[in-house]
């Protein structure tokens, strides 16, 4: 009796307990409510026995500057001050040196980047490409809008740099990566090391492509075959763009040759590298459509037999090989896999007396290589010329390897790689639409290939042109003989609405070269033309003026929140209108960037047109004074938006319209 009474306490005090704790628990939360309202709205946590306001936790504050602090529950169930960044996330720097596609830059270039209002701090970066997945120099935050690049960067290279900005903890995104190419050393380039054929290599090809490595500042490559080691006698040389040749003329079979290369740029040739041995093949590769002329010498008739091959394309069709120009009767024979003999062929022609043969092979199977074989009728030499043809459709595409090209203002040279589709040979060819732009190899080819060009040397203004390879367009792009000219026809739309004039451009874009773009700005900003256009700009107008500059700029009014932004930045002193003008000028982003590259392009080729070589002098048409000025903004506001740019036609027919005097050469007069 008493165990079950004892039984009956212990279950009643657990009942008891739980009771106890679900309404602490219940206090405990309601107590929590209470706290949470009487914290007037500061934040606060809750353990599981009660409720802390902020005022009240553990920990201490301490936050740094863009922080805000938080009281937040801790892993261990206990209340502890925290950190959280609240910094405003910061504008994105504009770069401006060096200058997208600059050259001959030092390897220690500062790179200079436009203020950000109120960064805290700047991170800038050179990449060895234009997404920078891959980044080769970083800098410390810095608060200045500079950084010197540290340590030196490769001679001869291209790089590209971007720059972010920090508001204290919160990171701004990064800008747009400016591409640029680090001067060489003024010294010749290094001695290249040879890649194939290698040292000693037998049973090369006569027409094989010589490989070596790419030599750095290295402009282009004279490469030579000779017939001794110290190449004495040269039998084959080339200059080329790229680190690789394909023998033309073709060589003689089983023939030792030695073969070298020197690299070259604008301070000299480099040292010739050593010369490497080979030795040729005694089989012969014909090309499609490519005749060779050739001899054979037998004391007896049928003695002796010359071979050649083809490699047939799939999908090829109409192979037919042509024996020409005979001096004396030969024999042809055309086989599949293997060389020919007189009683194993697929096709033989043998005409008595005559001075040509022919073989036509059916197209059926024709992919394969076909073996070719002349064999000596009469006796003693024979001179002839052999021949293969065959037919390969074009292709409905290829691919271009790069997609496009970027070059310096000097004349340079350049390649571009054609891939053709895996499954299947077919045939391409390649034009230029550009009258600076020549094709110099591979205007014709079918399965990979390459095309060479050069580009001739620009005196003006950055310009585009493009090649058509199998249907597809290779785009080129060629900067300005002044890397700044860009930039000055950007702020000639900014402040004056209109394009530069020919001599303006080229004081200001020299003036690059000596004072820092916020010293160059100052006069335009202060010019009666600017102040014409903008007037006496004070905190009750400035609005006004802010809509006027995104109108001349972009075709539209301010957004409301930029349009706060400027006014609020400018009734603080923060910036003037200038700087206003110069930050949204390199600022602009999607419609508003096309909107300013378009304008660009067609100042371009107002001032251009004006004055083709852009030397100051022989110009076409007198653009000067107040009229030509409003013609001149009148020109941008028709044909430059951001869906539009003129053609040349229409800039020349504007021109002699709206600017021209009589007696301008630009009439004809």
């Given at each position: 009796m008493r165990n079950y009474n004892y039984k009956k306490a212990i279950l009643f005090s657990i009942v008891l307990l739980a009771i106890l704790s679900i309404y602490s628990s219940a206090s405990a939360s309601a107590a929590c409510d209470s706290c949470i309202s009487s914290c007037q709205g500061l934040s606060s946590c809750c353990t599981g026995t009660g409720c802390i306001c902020e005022d009240e936790c553990s920990g201490g504050g301490g936050c740094g500057p863009g922080y805000t602090p938080h009281c937040a529950l801790s892993p261990y169930g206990e209340c502890w001050w925290g950190c959280v960044c609240t910094a405003a996330t910061p504008s994105t720097p504009t770069p401006l040196n060096p200058a997208d596609n600059l050259t001959d830059v030092s390897i220690n270039p500062t790179l200079d980047w436009s203020d950000v209002s109120n960064a805290t701090s700047y991170t800038a970066r050179v990449c060895n490409n234009s997404s920078c997945s891959s980044v080769t120099k970083t800098s410390s935050p810095v608060s200045a809008s500079q950084w010197q690049v540290s340590p030196a960067l490769n001679p001869g290279t291209t790089y590209w740099w971007q720059v972010k900005a920090t508001k204290y903890c919160?990171?701004?995104?990064?800008?747009?990566?400016?591409?640029?190419?680090?001067?060489?050393?003024?010294?010749?380039?290094?001695?290249?090391?040879?890649?194939?054929?290698?040292?000693?290599?037998?049973?090369v090809l006569i027409n094989t492509t010589l490989d070596w490595d790419d030599v750095g500042c290295a402009s282009t490559y004279d490469v030579r075959?000779?017939?001794?080691?110290?190449?004495?006698?040269?039998?084959?040389?080339?200059?080329?763009?790229?680190?690789?040749?394909?023998?033309?003329?073709?060589?003689?079979?089983?023939?030792?040759?030695?073969?070298?290369?020197?690299?070259?740029?604008?301070?000299?040739?480099?040292?010739?590298?050593?010369a490497y041995q080979f030795t040729t093949s005694s089989d012969i590769p014909l090309l499609n459509g490519i005749p060779l002329n050739a001899s054979i010498t037998g004391i007896l008739s049928g003695s002796v037999w010359n071979y050649y091959y083809v490699d047939i394309p799939s999908r090829a069709t109409n192979f037919i090989v042509d024996l020409y120009n005979l001096s004396k009767d030969a024999d042809l024979y055309v086989k599949m896999s293997s060389k020919p003999s007189s009683?194993?062929?697929?096709?033989?022609?043998?005409?008595?007396?005559?001075?040509?043969?022919?073989?036509?092979?059916?197209?059926?199977?024709?992919?394969s290589r076909w073996?070719?074989?002349?064999?000596?009728?009469?006796?003693?030499?024979?001179?002839?010329?052999?021949?293969?043809?065959?037919?390969?459709?074009?292709?409905?595409?290829?691919?271009?390897?790069?997609?496009?090209?970027?070059?310096?203002?000097?004349?340079?040279?350049?390649?571009?790689?054609?891939?053709?589709?895996?499954?299947?040979?077919?045939?391409?060819?390649?034009?230029?639409?550009?009258?600076?732009?020549?094709?110099?190899?591979?205007?014709?080819?079918?399965?990979?290939?390459?095309?060479?060009?050069?580009?001739?040397?620009?005196?003006?203004?950055?310009?585009?042109?493009?090649?058509?390879?199998?249907?597809?367009?290779?785009?080129?792009?060629?900067?300005?003989?002044?890397?700044?000219?860009?930039?000055?026809?950007?702020?000639?739309?900014?402040?004056?609405?209109?394009?530069?004039?020919?001599?303006?451009?080229?004081?200001?874009?020299?003036?690059?070269?000596?004072?820092?773009?916020?010293?160059?700005?100052?006069?335009?900003?202060?010019?009666?033309?600017?102040?014409?256009?903008?007037?006496?700009?004070?905190?009750?107008?400035?609005?006004?003026?802010?809509?006027?500059?995104?109108?001349?700029?972009?075709?539209?009014?301010?957004e409301p929140d930029g349009l706060k932004y400027w006014a609020d930045e400018f009734r603080a002193g923060v910036h003037t209108p200038a700087t206003i003008m110069l930050n949204i000028l390199f600022g602009a982003r999607d419609a508003d960037l096309q909107s300013i590259n378009n304008k660009v392009i067609a100042a371009n080729l107002f001032t251009s047109t004006i004055d083709p070589d852009l030397d100051g002098s022989n110009f076409q048409a007198t653009y000067a004074g107040a009229g030509d000025n409003i013609a001149g903004r009148n020109f941008l506001t028709w044909y430059a938006t951001s869906v539009k740019v003129p053609t040349q036609a229409e800039t020349t027919l504007f021109i002699k319209n709206n600017i021209a005097n009589p007696g301008d050469p630009i009439l004809g007069q």
């Open positions: 919160q990171d701004g995104s990064w800008s747009t990566a400016r591409k640029f190419t680090t001067a060489c050393s003024s010294s010749p380039p290094g001695s290249p090391s040879l890649l194939s054929p290698a040292r000693s290599s037998t049973g075959i000779c017939t001794n080691s110290a190449c004495s006698s040269v039998v084959a040389s080339s200059n080329v763009p790229v680190s690789q040749w394909q023998i033309s003329p073709v060589l003689n079979v089983s023939t030792t040759y030695y073969w070298q290369v020197r690299a070259k740029n604008s301070y000299g040739d480099g040292s010739w590298s050593v009683s194993s062929y697929n096709c033989r022609s043998w005409q008595n007396g005559t001075t040509s043969e022919k073989c036509s092979v059916p197209s059926s199977s024709l992919y073996w070719i074989g002349i064999n000596n009728y009469d006796t003693g030499t024979i001179t002839y010329t052999v021949e293969a043809n065959w037919s390969v459709p074009a292709c409905a595409s290829v691919s271009l390897s790069p997609g496009s090209d970027e070059f310096a203002a000097t004349s340079t040279l350049g390649v571009v790689t054609v891939t053709t589709p895996s499954s299947s040979i077919c045939s391409w060819t390649a034009a230029s639409n550009d009258s600076w732009i020549t094709i110099t190899s591979g205007s014709s080819g079918s399965g990979n290939g390459t095309v060479g060009y050069s580009v001739a040397a620009n005196n003006g203004f950055s310009r585009t042109g493009t090649i058509t390879i199998g249907g597809q367009t290779f785009i080129i792009t060629q900067a300005s003989a002044n890397a700044y000219f860009d930039t000055v026809q950007k702020i000639y739309i900014g402040y004056y609405q209109r394009p530069a004039d020919p001599a303006g451009l080229i004081y200001w874009a020299n003036d690059f070269l000596k004072y820092d773009l916020m010293d160059l700005i100052k006069p335009f900003a202060s010019a009666p033309e600017s102040r014409s256009l903008y007037g006496t700009i004070d905190n009750n107008n400035i609005e006004s003026v802010i809509n006027q500059i995104y109108n001349s700029l972009f075709g539209r009014d301010a």
